[in-house]
T-cell receptor, first 110, second 117 residues
Framework: TQLLEQSPQFLSIQEGENLTVYCNSS?????LQWYRQEPGEGPVLLVT?????EVKKLKRLTFQFGDARKDSSLHITAAQPGDTGLYLC??????????FGPGTSLSVIP | GAVVSQHPSRVICKSGTSVKIECRSL??????MFWYRQFPKKSLMLMAT?????????EQGVEKDKFLINHASLTLSTLTVTSAHPEDSSFYIC?????????????FGPGTRLTVL
């Protein structure tokens, strides 16, 4: 069974601080996606990374895919209250299934 | 971008009744739709994959007769929770993709909150 782990599970920071969320697995994924979900809503795709070592930037968000395609990180610079939400990583397996990690709940305090 | 809607957004029902949840792709044709279940502060668990015109593929541990899925057209899939019980209370989310492989990008609906009394 392929599993994704995320850390930390919960994170509460002050506005303006930086943070990093990690997504790890012992399995290789063909691609990995990051989503943000707000309470009572469906997940919204932030980015898809495909190539080992790939780095993508989306404004203040920086996503990295590990060289071995087993892990990924999401770094947020100068966090804002609007960044508050549940961040989910999801890996696509060799069987074309999408597996979601348990999520990191981020709270940015003004 | 592609938009996926779900109806209803919230439903409260009595134990023993059946509830139907609709998932629609509004501006594209979805060959494949996925149904997920999410418990509070937990991640999404894939329940089943449905392809238009064929039977749904259920994940291990998901009861086919309990969660009936119908994908009658390229823009509509329905999930019916039959004889609902309080333990079925959850947030149900659908997603839609173009193509028969989950490799294609999925677009998620806003979810349906089911509460069974």
């Amino acid at each position: 069974t392929q599993l994704l782990e995320q850390s930390p599970q919960f994170l509460s920071i002050q506005e303006g601080e930086n943070l990093t969320v990690y997504c790890n697995s012992s399995s290789v994924f063909s691609s990995l996606q990051w989503y943000r979900q707000e309470p009572g809503e469906g997940p919204v795709l932030l980015v898809t990374v495909v190539t080992g070592g790939e780095v993508k930037k989306l404004k203040r968000l920086t996503f990295q895919f590990g060289d071995a395609r087993k892990d990924s990180s999401l770094h947020i610079t100068a966090a804002q209250p609007g960044d508050t939400g549940l961040y989910l990583c999801a890996g696509r397996t060799s069987y074309d299934k999408v597996i979601f990690g348990p999520g990191t709940s981020l709270s940015v305090i003004p | 971008g592609a938009v996926v809607s779900q109806h209803p957004s919230r439903v409260i029902c009595k134990s023993g009744t059946s509830v139907k949840i609709e998932c629609r792709s509004l501006d594209f044709q979805a060959t494949t739709m996925f149904w997920y279940r999410q418990f509070p502060k937990k991640s999404l668990m894939l329940m089943a994959t449905s392809n238009e015109g064929s039977k749904a593929t259920y994940e291990q541990g998901v009861e086919k007769d309990k969660f009936l899925i119908n994908h009658a057209s390229l823009t509509l899939s329905t999930l019916t929770v039959t004889s609902a019980h309080p333990e079925d209370s959850s947030f149900y989310i659908c997603s839609a993709a173009v193509g028969t492989s989950s490799y294609n990008e999925q677009f998620f609906g806003p979810g349906t909150r089911l509460t069974v009394l």
